[in-house]
C-alpha cells in the first residue's frame, strides 16, 4: 500500500482533471449530443410504462428456452428491438457527480497501483511513466464499455473511445508530471 502514499497526488489531480474534461465533454462538445433521441409518441410509452419498477428490461422479452420459438422469432423480426432502463426516479445530478468522481479516483488507484509495480519504486524517465499510465487509463475508461456497447447498443465506439484517449492522455501527463522524484523503498516483492 506503499504506492498509495507515494502517489496519492497524481492520483487525485488525474482524477481530478479527468471529471473536468468529462463535464466539459458532455456539457460542451458535440460528440455526445446526437446520442439521445425522444421516443416517439411519448406520452404514449410512458404511459405504458407508468407503473413498471426500476430495471432493466428487453423487448421483446424472452427466456433462453424460448429463444428459438417462431413467435418469439416473429415479434423480433417485426421489432423494434431494444433495451428499457427504469430508474427509481429522477436523476440526482450531485450524486451522480459525486459518485462518477470517486470512480475516477479508483481508476487512478489502479493506474497508480501498475505503475508502482512495473518501475519498482523508481522515478522513470517521463515518457515511461506517459505511456504506462496512458496504457493503464486508457484501458479503464475505453476498453471496458466495448462489451457493454456490443451488446446494448445506444453509445457509438468512436466517440467512447475518443473520450478514453482524452481521459487516458490526461492521467498519463498527470502521473508523469506527478511522480515523485526519490521514492524512498521499493515495493516488497
Sequence with gaps: ????????????????????????????????????????????????????????????????????????????????????????????????LILTLISYIVIGVFVAYVCWHAFLGEAPEYLDRFRIAGTCAFMAHGLALIPHMIWFRGMRLWT????AIIYAL???????WLWPVIVTTPPSQ
Design 1 to 96: 500500500m506503499e504506492f498509495l502514499s507515494e502517489l496519492w497526488l497524481p492520483i487525485l489531480v488525474s482524477a481530478g482533471f479527468v471529471w473536468i474534461a468529462s463535464a466539459i465533454i458532455h456539457m460542451v462538445m458535440p460528440w455526445h449530443k446526437s446520442e439521445w433521441k425522444g421516443l416517439p409518441n411519448e406520452e404514449a410509452a410512458l404511459d405504458a410504462m407508468r407503473g413498471a419498477p426500476a430495471g432493466n428490461y428487453m423487448f421483446p422479452f424472452c427466456t433462453m428456452a424460448e429463444m428459438k420459438e417462431p413467435a418469439f422469432i416473429e415479434k423480433q423480426n417485426r421489432g423494434p428491438n431494444g433495451t428499457v432502463i427504469i430508474w427509481p426516479g429522477p436523476v440526482n445530478m450531485g450524486q451522480n
Design 170 to 176: 490526461l492521467t498519463a501527463g498527470v502521473f508523469g
Design 160 to 163: 467512447v473511445m475518443l473520450d
